[in-house]
């Protein structure tokens, strides 16, 4: 396959995104539609061929280190389909105005780009770049629910963000400062010499910290309550389903190209342990679904972080399986929260009302706390697997911190099950039950779900044929070498795609 | 460029950063909370520039007829700060007419209060009692109710 496609999976929906308004009105639903189609072929594509050997596009021409490099190994592939298919998913369909739905179009659009080139970046400005891009729409989409909680949740997002581009920024230019390249695979070639020393690993900590933002990553993920609480559920889905993701799979490569130490796989360890006490305790305390959701959100990014501090394939291997199970479940779950979005109390009975989508719930609930035939225990089991195999005490205690937090997951998502089977509250609380139309969810949500529903138990039937790809995916991925000598091939070559 | 006027800068653009981070993380007023982030952003773009400095260099440009013998300071540098200001006036903008919007549906700059009233809005919103209150300021029950009767109960008991 020619790597010049690679730039299309960014370029199309850019441009898609600002002509959008420039398209005469019969066609104008239908461009955004067709152009993540078109994304999601290009990356199905890409990633049947970036199977057997990475694809590399240096952009305009230009060699690297020099020039800006597009980098497709199998997993950047994989997650270009991912954002394709998650955004169709999502998709503002209508209910809207028709100015505003145009807007809102426009800006899904512009986040899937971002994050399509967020994953296919392989120079760190281009990330930051991305990262900006997927961040101010992110914003935008917030925002878009126009009460006035959402305002003020936005706003204290967007401080805690643009702090968070500040300190990755930050890092950098300290990155830059001591090794004079930006490039991902010049910096993987430098790093022993430049970059594994305190303050190589001080800017570490801070990209960390920064991309961490977008990661829910401990210490800088007060935002996430608050906005997937205040926004619509098909935003608090995008962004806790893929946006989120995305920043991970980047602090993924910095660590397996760039900075290989075991004091970054201990940060990483440390932060993502804390995380995932801190969230699943805040979940079992919330009261109100949308919010026990965002703190379980939390929990499982936590956990995707002790995956990915596990050195070696196996470690990337867990981080993949965390990270692709929580991409597929938590958008489900946010938008059959969307109308029940309310305290547990007001669940009471919701399955005799929706019986679908009750038990779309519990199957979601299942696979999230790792019950055996479904998908969230492959994941769960490649991580205590890939934990129990390092001699450091650290692991060994973050494959606790994982089995304690699960039985608290247990608990609070069963809890919620079983008050949506439960009989419904009579007498003087019935004020608390909203019965009605607002207690159904609109067909929409149902599908989309359903599509969700749908990957999860195609992917429970099929797990004996997944873990190969995965196997392969994750030795490609944690091999910095190989990434090395196919974005800087000794010969020096003058045509435009390094080949 | 003298060695002193180079240090000079550079201890202005790390305190311009810990001024701003510092002045993020104690504000209350929302203006005062976006002024301390474009200090903040002015003093990494500082920081960015004299990571490009070179001792006697020229300005990178290439000109006709001249020969390319001088020293010129790094622009890949350059290039990234002017990125950078653009997407922090950007940020900025959109910080400001977020707060404007927040300031007419809750009337208040102060980010105390107006977080406490998102709060109780989205408790609101979602029909559940807040987690904490004056009633119980360590929060309520830590179970939410299971059924009807341990509903009444609870709340008889919090009453």
């Known amino acids: ?499 | 460029m003298s060695e002193f006027a180079l240090l000079t800068l550079l201890i202005g653009a790390l305190s311009l950063i810990a001024i701003g981070i510092g002045g993020l993380v104690l504000s209350r007023n929302l203006f005062r909370i976006v002024l301390a982030l474009s200090l903040a952003e002015a003093g990494a773009n500082l920081l960015l520039v004299l990571v490009g400095f070179r001792r006697d260099a020229i300005a990178p440009i290439i000109e006709q007829g001249h020969a390319l013998t001088a020293t010129m300071v790094d622009p890949i540098p350059q290039a990234m700060v002017l990125t950078a200001i653009v997407i922090g006036v950007g940020v900025q903008a959109l910080a400001l007419s977020l707060a404007i919007r927040a300031y007419v549906a809750y009337g208040t700059l102060d980010m105390n209060v107006m977080r406490s009233r998102m709060e109780t809005d989205i408790s609101d919103a979602a029909g559940a009692q807040p987690a904490t209150s004056q009633h119980a300021p360590a929060g309520g029950r830590p179970l939410p109710p299971i059924s009807a009767p341990r509903l009444a109960h609870n709340k008889g008991a919090q009453g």
């Open chain 1, 1 to 499: 396959m020619n790597p010049s496609f690679i730039a299309l999976v960014v370029a199309l929906p850019l441009l898609a995104a600002f002509l959008l308004p420039l398209v005469p009105k019969v066609l104008r639903r239908l461009v955004g539609p067709l152009v993540l189609l078109v994304v999601a072929a290009l990356g199905m594509a890409l990633w049947q061929a970036s199977l057997s050997e990475p694809l590399v596009l240096a952009v305009g021409g230009f060699r690297p280190p020099l020039g800006i490099v597009f980098y497709v190994d199998s997993v950047a592939a994989l997650f270009v389909l991912a954002v394709a298919l998650v955004t169709l998913l999502l998709w503002p369909w209508g209910g809207d105005a028709s100015e505003n739905l145009d807007r809102k179009q426009s800006l899904t659009l512009v986040l899937a780009a971002a994050c399509a080139g967020l994953t296919v970046s392989g120079d760190l400005f281009n990330v930051y770049v991305f990262y900006e891009l997927a961040a101010v729409t992110s914003y935008g989409l917030a925002a878009g629910s126009r009460t006035a909680a959402a305002q003020v949740a936005t706003f204290r997002y967007v401080i805690l963000g643009s702090l968070g581009s500040l300190l990755a920024l930050i890092g950098i230019t300290l990155i830059y400062f001591r090794s004079g390249t930006l490039n991902l695979a010049h910096l993987a070639d430098l790093a022993p010499q430049t970059l594994h020393d305190p303050l190589g690993l001080a800017a570490f900590f801070l990209i960390l910290l920064g991309l961490g933002v977008k990661a829910e990553l401990f210490l800088v993920n007060t935002w996430a309550p608050e906005v997937y609480a205040t926004a619509e559920a098909r935003v608090s889905a995008l962004l806790a389903g893929l946006v989120s993701k995305l920043a991970l799979l980047v602090v993924a490569r910095l660590l397996v190209l760039v900075f290989p130490l075991p004091e970054a796989r201990e940060a990483l360890l440390v932060l993502g342990m804390l995380g995932m006490i801190s969230g699943e305790f805040a979940a079992y305390r919330a009261r109100d679904i949308k919010r026990m959701l965002a703190w379980s959100s939390i929990g499982q990014l936590g956990a995707a972080f002790i995956a990915f501090a596990i050195p070696g394939p196996a470690g990337v291997a867990a981080g993949l399986a965390i990270a692709l199970h929580h991409l597929v479940v938590k958008p489900a779950l946010f938008l059959l929260a969307e109308r029940w979005g309310g305290s547990l109390a007001r669940l009471a009975g919701a399955a005799r009302r929706s019986p679908l989508g009750a038990a779309l719930f519990a199957l979601f609930a299942l696979s999230l706390i790792g019950v055996p035939p479904l998908p969230g225990f492959w994941a769960k089991y490649l991580l205590l697997s890939g934990l129990a195999a390092q001699p450091d005490n650290l692991y060994l205690l973050a494959g606790l911190v994982v089995l304690v937090t699960t039985v608290v997951e247990a608990v609070y998502l069963f809890r919620v099950v079983g008050v949506m089977y439960g009989r419904e509250a009579k007498g003087e609380d019935a004020g608390l039950t909203n019965t009605g139309s607002a207690n159904t969810q609109p067909a929409s949500a149902l599908a989309g779900s359903g599509v969700f529903a749908a990957l999860l138990l195609a992917a429970a039937l099929a797990a004996p044929l997944l873990a190969a790809p995965l196997g392969r995916m994750a030795t490609q991925m944690s091999d910095g070498a190989a990434y090395v000598a196919r974005v800087l091939p000794s010969t020096a070559t003058l045509s435009g795609a390094a080949q």
